[in-house]
């Protein structure tokens, strides 16, 4: 820059609305968003996440009707998390592999609710249909084996797409079940159907309400440090990514998202692929806390936080202040 005040002032374009909007150099629209919904069983329910202000567990025809408000707002997918009862829950995680559980029964709700005017992203991973609330099958010393979880996983992803879904999304952090599933979808009719992977899905503090919403997180044993990533490495996010585009990703997920927005920019940069990033529980929850307590409005705290996302680099975000949002800047 050559330039030196006061022949620059750069203060000029910021000071009328018309000029700021005019030099905005990251926008963000509800076409952004994806939003995350949590199905439980029953009939007209809806059951508050105590620890996630403001989100519930809904019912089938629920989740149906929530397809249909994104729909309205220009949200263009919806993620689906199941809150398996206990009675369904196995060592083995067999219910991920019922085609008439939760997350099927919700694909094709969905899918007669809306057609196709909107995206439907399932989670491939066992935790929210194991008893001991692992991601995995567990050998007798409780380590969560490799291969033989991958094979369950594409039985469970082969299981979410013959009910619909557009997008798989695996979340286990399982070595090659990229590939597995890649190759199981196109052997299997159906290759059209995108992977998102949780390329980079941190050993992070920041899940404890998620799991309160999924019911697995008073019943896991042990922890997820040996499949998920340390969150002290970086270069290691860019060797993950790389195996999942390889193995046939159509896109790549980072999660958690704000405290890894470093990781967002590097994998931008290095592949200039899709990347999303999820707005985990522990983020939206804290934002909500923090609204409670007088420290900030919360609409500046929501938007100012996607904006960052998008800034990063983000193709688009997972936030369950999604509908929020997009009202927002709907106007």
Not at 22 to 28: A, D, I, K
Not at 38 to 47: A, D, L, N, S
Not at 116 to 125: E, M, P, R, S
């Amino acid at each position: 820059m050559t330039a030196a005040y006061p022949n620059l002032r750069l203060r000029r374009t910021r000071a009328s609305a018309w000029s700021r909007a005019l030099h905005r150099e990251t926008v963000l629209t509800p076409a952004d968003l994806i939003w995350p919904l949590f199905v439980t069983e029953g009939q007209g329910v809806e059951e508050p996440v105590a620890s996630l202000p403001g989100v519930s567990r809904w019912s089938v025809e629920g989740i149906a009707k929530r397809a249909k408000e994104a729909v309205e707002l220009g949200i263009p997918c919806v993620a689906l998390f199941p809150n398996t009862p206990a009675s369904r829950r196995s060592d083995d995680g067999a219910e991920a592999l019922d085609p008439d559980n939760l997350m099927c029964r919700a694909i094709r709700a969905i899918r007669d609710a809306c057609g196709n005017d909107i995206g439907v992203l399932t989670d491939v991973a066992l935790d929210p249909y194991t008893s001991h609330g692992q991601d995995g099958l567990l050998d007798d010393a409780g380590y969560v084996v490799n291969d033989d979880t991958v094979a369950v996983l594409v039985d469970q992803a082969m299981n979410q797409a013959q009910a619909g879904a557009d997008v798989i999304a695996p979340s286990d952090m399982m070595d090659g079940r990229v590939k597995a599933i890649r190759m199981a979808l196109e052997m299997g009719g159906h290759p059209n159907v995108q992977i998102m992977a949780y390329a980079a899905k941190y050993a992070s503090a920041f899940y404890g309400p998620f799991r309160d919403a999924v019911g697995s997180g008073g019943l896991l044993k042990g922890d997820k440090r040996s499949y998920q990533m340390d969150p002290a490495n970086g270069e290691e996010a860019l060797r993950e990514v790389a195996l999942d585009l390889a193995e046939g990703a159509d896109s790549v997920m980072v999660k958690p998202g704000l405290a890894y927005l470093d990781v967002v920019v590097r994998v931008k940069q290095r592949f200039e692929v899709p990347v999303f990033a999820y707005q985990v529980s522990g983020e939206y929850a804290l934002i909500e806390a923090g609204v409670a307590a007088g420290v900030g409005e919360r609409e500046a705290l929501v938007m100012e936080k996607l904006t960052a996302f998008k800034r990063a680099g983000c193709t688009g975000v997972l936030t369950y202040h999604a509908p929020l949002a997009a009202r927002l800047l709907n106007g």
